[in-house]
T-cell receptor, first 111, second 116 residues
Framework: GESVGLHLPTLSVQEGDNSIINCAYS??????FIWYKQESGKGPQFIID?????DKRQGQRVTVLLNKTVKHLSLQIAATQPGDSAVYFC??????????FGTGTRLLVSP | GAVVSQHPSRVICKSGTSVKIECRSL??????MFWYRQFPKKSLMLMAT?????????EQGVEKDKFLINHASLTLSTLTVTSAHPEDSSFYIC????????????FGPGTRLTVL
Protein backbone atom coordinates (compact mmCIF):
# COMPACT_ATOMS: atom_id res chain seq x y z
CA GLY A 1 0.00 0.00 0.00
CA GLU A 2 0.91 3.67 -0.10
CA SER A 3 1.29 6.02 2.84
CA VAL A 4 1.96 9.73 3.05
CA GLY A 5 2.94 11.57 6.18
CA LEU A 6 5.98 13.01 7.84
CA HIS A 7 8.18 10.57 6.02
CA LEU A 8 8.60 9.87 2.34
CA PRO A 9 5.56 8.33 0.67
CA THR A 10 6.14 4.60 0.61
CA LEU A 11 4.96 1.96 -1.83
CA SER A 12 5.21 -1.61 -0.58
CA VAL A 13 4.95 -4.44 -3.09
CA GLN A 14 5.69 -8.15 -3.31
CA GLU A 15 8.48 -9.47 -5.47
CA GLY A 16 7.17 -10.15 -8.95
CA ASP A 17 4.40 -7.57 -8.77
CA ASN A 18 4.28 -4.58 -11.08
CA SER A 19 4.94 -1.22 -9.37
CA ILE A 20 3.58 2.16 -10.34
CA ILE A 21 5.15 5.27 -8.88
CA ASN A 22 3.45 8.58 -9.51
CA CYS A 23 4.69 12.14 -9.66
CA ALA A 24 2.98 15.49 -10.12
CA TYR A 25 5.23 18.07 -11.69
CA SER A 26 4.91 21.78 -11.25
CA UNK A 27 5.67 23.62 -14.46
CA UNK A 28 3.52 23.17 -17.56
CA UNK A 29 6.40 24.60 -19.62
CA UNK A 30 8.83 21.80 -18.66
CA UNK A 31 9.91 19.89 -21.73
CA UNK A 32 12.05 17.09 -20.33
CA PHE A 33 11.41 14.63 -17.53
CA ILE A 34 13.58 12.03 -15.87
CA TRP A 35 13.16 9.29 -13.30
CA TYR A 36 16.01 8.60 -10.91
CA LYS A 37 16.62 5.81 -8.44
CA GLN A 38 18.52 6.62 -5.26
CA GLU A 39 19.81 3.99 -2.88
CA SER A 40 20.70 4.90 0.67
CA GLY A 41 23.87 7.00 0.91
CA LYS A 42 24.36 7.17 -2.86
CA GLY A 43 23.77 9.64 -5.63
CA PRO A 44 20.78 9.44 -8.00
CA GLN A 45 20.97 6.89 -10.77
CA PHE A 46 19.32 7.60 -14.14
CA ILE A 47 16.49 5.21 -15.00
CA ILE A 48 14.58 6.60 -17.95
CA ASP A 49 13.66 9.92 -19.50
CA UNK A 50 10.94 11.32 -21.73
CA UNK A 51 10.47 14.51 -23.70
CA UNK A 52 7.26 16.48 -23.72
CA UNK A 53 6.49 15.55 -27.32
CA UNK A 54 5.93 11.95 -26.22
CA ASP A 55 3.45 10.40 -23.83
CA LYS A 56 5.07 7.01 -23.31
CA ARG A 57 8.53 5.55 -23.41
CA GLN A 58 9.69 2.06 -22.58
CA GLY A 59 12.97 0.73 -21.32
CA GLN A 60 14.05 -2.57 -19.90
CA ARG A 61 11.34 -3.47 -17.34
CA VAL A 62 10.43 0.20 -16.97
CA THR A 63 7.89 2.43 -18.67
CA VAL A 64 7.38 6.14 -18.19
CA LEU A 65 4.03 7.75 -18.94
CA LEU A 66 3.54 11.47 -19.32
CA ASN A 67 0.17 13.23 -19.07
CA LYS A 68 0.75 16.89 -19.82
CA THR A 69 -2.93 17.77 -19.40
CA VAL A 70 -2.79 17.09 -15.67
CA LYS A 71 1.01 17.48 -15.27
CA HIS A 72 1.45 13.91 -14.19
CA LEU A 73 4.31 11.50 -14.67
CA SER A 74 4.41 7.85 -13.73
CA LEU A 75 7.04 5.12 -13.62
CA GLN A 76 5.98 1.55 -14.08
CA ILE A 77 8.35 -1.23 -13.06
CA ALA A 78 7.50 -4.69 -14.29
CA ALA A 79 8.22 -7.80 -12.23
CA THR A 80 9.62 -5.81 -9.34
CA GLN A 81 12.67 -7.30 -7.66
CA PRO A 82 14.16 -6.76 -4.18
CA GLY A 83 17.03 -4.90 -5.86
CA ASP A 84 14.52 -2.30 -7.01
CA SER A 85 14.01 -1.20 -3.41
CA ALA A 86 15.12 2.45 -3.25
CA VAL A 87 13.78 5.98 -3.32
CA TYR A 88 12.55 7.12 -6.71
CA PHE A 89 12.53 10.75 -7.78
CA CYS A 90 11.01 12.37 -10.81
CA UNK A 91 12.68 15.49 -12.11
CA UNK A 92 11.57 18.12 -14.61
CA UNK A 93 13.77 20.33 -16.68
CA UNK A 94 13.25 24.06 -16.54
CA UNK A 95 15.27 25.62 -19.25
CA UNK A 96 18.35 23.95 -20.60
CA UNK A 97 19.67 21.29 -18.18
CA UNK A 98 18.43 22.77 -14.89
CA UNK A 99 16.51 20.06 -13.01
CA UNK A 100 13.79 20.39 -10.37
CA PHE A 101 13.27 17.25 -8.34
CA GLY A 102 10.00 15.92 -6.97
CA THR A 103 9.56 14.84 -3.36
CA GLY A 104 10.39 11.17 -3.90
CA THR A 105 8.71 7.83 -3.21
CA ARG A 106 10.25 4.96 -1.30
CA LEU A 107 9.70 1.58 -2.93
CA LEU A 108 9.91 -1.44 -0.63
CA VAL A 109 9.96 -4.84 -2.30
CA SER A 110 9.32 -7.87 -0.14
CA PRO A 111 10.69 -11.26 -1.23
CA GLY B 1 31.36 5.92 -19.37
CA ALA B 2 30.05 9.18 -17.86
CA VAL B 3 31.40 8.61 -14.36
CA VAL B 4 31.40 11.38 -11.79
CA SER B 5 33.34 11.10 -8.55
CA GLN B 6 33.24 13.10 -5.36
CA HIS B 7 35.83 13.45 -2.64
CA PRO B 8 35.60 13.02 0.24
CA SER B 9 32.67 10.64 0.54
CA ARG B 10 32.09 11.73 4.11
CA VAL B 11 33.61 14.40 6.35
CA ILE B 12 33.17 15.40 9.95
CA CYS B 13 34.36 18.83 10.99
CA LYS B 14 34.13 21.24 13.88
CA SER B 15 31.84 24.25 13.77
CA GLY B 16 33.57 27.27 12.28
CA THR B 17 35.92 25.38 9.99
CA SER B 18 35.75 25.31 6.19
CA VAL B 19 35.31 22.16 4.16
CA LYS B 20 36.12 21.61 0.49
CA ILE B 21 34.31 19.01 -1.60
CA GLU B 22 35.61 18.01 -5.02
CA CYS B 23 33.55 16.84 -7.97
CA ARG B 24 35.30 15.27 -10.94
CA SER B 25 34.08 14.00 -14.28
CA LEU B 26 36.38 11.03 -14.91
CA UNK B 27 35.87 10.18 -18.56
CA UNK B 28 34.26 13.22 -20.14
CA UNK B 29 34.51 16.96 -20.15
CA UNK B 30 31.78 18.74 -18.25
CA UNK B 31 30.95 22.21 -19.46
CA UNK B 32 28.40 22.55 -16.67
CA MET B 33 28.39 21.18 -13.15
CA PHE B 34 25.60 21.39 -10.61
CA TRP B 35 25.65 21.26 -6.83
CA TYR B 36 22.71 19.91 -4.86
CA ARG B 37 21.94 19.56 -1.22
CA GLN B 38 19.80 16.82 0.27
CA PHE B 39 18.50 16.62 3.84
CA PRO B 40 17.43 13.25 5.28
CA LYS B 41 14.25 11.87 3.72
CA LYS B 42 14.03 14.93 1.49
CA SER B 43 14.54 15.64 -2.17
CA LEU B 44 17.55 17.15 -3.90
CA MET B 45 17.60 20.94 -3.91
CA LEU B 46 19.72 22.70 -6.50
CA MET B 47 22.19 25.08 -4.90
CA ALA B 48 24.10 26.41 -7.85
CA THR B 49 25.09 25.90 -11.47
CA UNK B 50 28.67 26.38 -12.52
CA UNK B 51 30.16 26.70 -15.96
CA UNK B 52 33.86 26.21 -16.54
CA UNK B 53 35.74 29.48 -16.32
CA UNK B 54 32.85 31.63 -15.18
CA UNK B 55 31.12 32.52 -11.94
CA UNK B 56 28.54 30.16 -10.55
CA UNK B 57 24.85 30.97 -10.67
CA UNK B 58 23.26 30.47 -7.27
CA GLU B 59 19.67 29.58 -6.56
CA GLN B 60 17.54 31.91 -4.51
CA GLY B 61 18.30 31.62 -0.81
CA VAL B 62 21.76 30.10 -1.25
CA GLU B 63 24.53 32.32 0.11
CA LYS B 64 27.32 32.59 -2.42
CA ASP B 65 29.80 33.77 0.19
CA LYS B 66 29.10 30.73 2.35
CA PHE B 67 29.09 28.13 -0.44
CA LEU B 68 32.04 28.97 -2.65
CA ILE B 69 32.09 27.22 -6.00
CA ASN B 70 35.06 27.01 -8.30
CA HIS B 71 34.90 25.34 -11.71
CA ALA B 72 38.52 25.71 -12.75
CA SER B 73 38.63 23.03 -15.44
CA LEU B 74 36.30 20.94 -17.59
CA THR B 75 36.70 18.00 -15.24
CA LEU B 76 36.76 19.57 -11.78
CA SER B 77 34.43 21.68 -9.68
CA THR B 78 34.83 22.36 -5.98
CA LEU B 79 32.33 23.41 -3.34
CA THR B 80 33.73 25.01 -0.19
CA VAL B 81 31.44 25.33 2.79
CA THR B 82 32.92 28.24 4.72
CA SER B 83 32.60 28.63 8.48
CA ALA B 84 30.45 25.53 8.67
CA HIS B 85 27.76 25.22 11.31
CA PRO B 86 25.68 22.22 12.42
CA GLU B 87 22.78 23.34 10.22
CA ASP B 88 25.07 22.89 7.20
CA SER B 89 25.21 19.17 7.92
CA SER B 90 23.73 17.51 4.86
CA PHE B 91 24.36 15.27 1.87
CA TYR B 92 25.98 17.26 -0.94
CA ILE B 93 25.70 15.86 -4.45
CA CYS B 94 27.22 17.15 -7.66
CA UNK B 95 26.29 16.38 -11.23
CA UNK B 96 27.95 17.08 -14.53
CA UNK B 97 26.64 17.66 -18.02
CA UNK B 98 28.50 17.61 -21.30
CA UNK B 99 26.36 20.25 -22.91
CA UNK B 100 26.37 18.25 -26.12
CA UNK B 101 22.66 18.06 -26.84
CA UNK B 102 20.17 16.46 -24.50
CA UNK B 103 19.68 17.39 -20.86
CA UNK B 104 21.21 14.42 -19.11
CA UNK B 105 23.16 15.05 -15.93
CA UNK B 106 25.51 12.44 -14.50
CA PHE B 107 25.49 12.37 -10.72
CA GLY B 108 28.30 11.83 -8.27
CA PRO B 109 27.98 9.50 -5.26
CA GLY B 110 27.52 12.35 -2.81
CA THR B 111 29.42 13.67 0.20
CA ARG B 112 28.03 13.37 3.71
CA LEU B 113 29.01 16.45 5.75
CA THR B 114 28.58 16.41 9.51
CA VAL B 115 29.38 19.58 11.43
CA LEU B 116 29.81 19.13 15.16
Amino acid sequence: GESVGLHLPTLSVQEGDNSIINCAYSNSASDYFIWYKQESGKGPQFIIDIRSNMDKRQGQRVTVLLNKTVKHLSLQIAATQPGDSAVYFCAESLGFQKLVFGTGTRLLVSP
Amino acid sequence: GAVVSQHPSRVICKSGTSVKIECRSLDFQATTMFWYRQFPKKSLMLMATSNEGSKATYEQGVEKDKFLINHASLTLSTLTVTSAHPEDSSFYICSAATGEGGNEQFFGPGTRLTVL
